[in-house]
């Protein structure tokens, strides 16, 4: 499955967009690739000298995984064609190993119970054949206007603390 049938499943859009490829879906599984290059925005911060994956972005690679997963194989085939699958909960979210610039990663992630409109999925996140995170998610169905709306073409701008301030003076 390439970008183009990964952008048919899922509303993300670079740079929110973490999966480059899927090598194989079915009802119950998928698993996808993701390659970290260097130039993605996070590292400019995370950390500049010891750039690491942060941890949300890996589980945020898991939860676009399953929700390609879902468009695919349980969304397309229902009543529910004008909704999208959203994150609703993480559970036992364990990071064992850190992921690097020029590292690719493989995000398997299953489908364990479908309740009502809830789906619950469990992943493990694996570079280099050792695995280096593992967590449970659970996605609801929301309407796809209300979720695939344009967001703002510009982030809105935060002020500086002006230099004197302290730490506890901005709290």
């Known amino acids: 499955m390439t970008e183009v049938i990964i952008q048919d499943s899922i509303p993300h859009r670079g740079p929110m967009l973490l999966l480059d490829r899927v090598s194989h879906c079915d009802t119950g599984l998928i698993v996808a690739h993701k390659r970290f290059d260097g130039d993605e925005f996070f590292f400019q911060g995370h950390y500049p000298n010891y750039p690491i994956v942060p941890g949300v972005i890996l589980c945020e690679c898991a939860a676009q995984a399953g929700a390609v997963l879902l468009a695919n194989h349980h969304i ?43 789906y619950f999925l469990s992943a493990k996140i ?24 344009s967001a703002p073409t510009q982030a809105p701008v935060v002020p500086k603390p002006k230099s004197s301030e302290s730490f506890s003076q901005k709290i």
Do not use: W, Y
């Open 76 to 118: 397309a085939s229902s009543d529910e064609q004008d909704k999208v699958p959203v994150l609703t909960r993480m559970n036992k979210v364990r990071f064992k190993k850190t992921v690097h610039p020029g590292e690719k990663i493989e995000i398997q992630v299953k489908l364990d119970e479908v309740v009502s409109a809830a």
């Open 126 to 149: 694996r570079a280099d054949g050792a695995t280096v995170a593992t967590l449970e998610l659970a996605c609801a169905l929301a309407p796809k206007s209300a979720a695939t709306q």
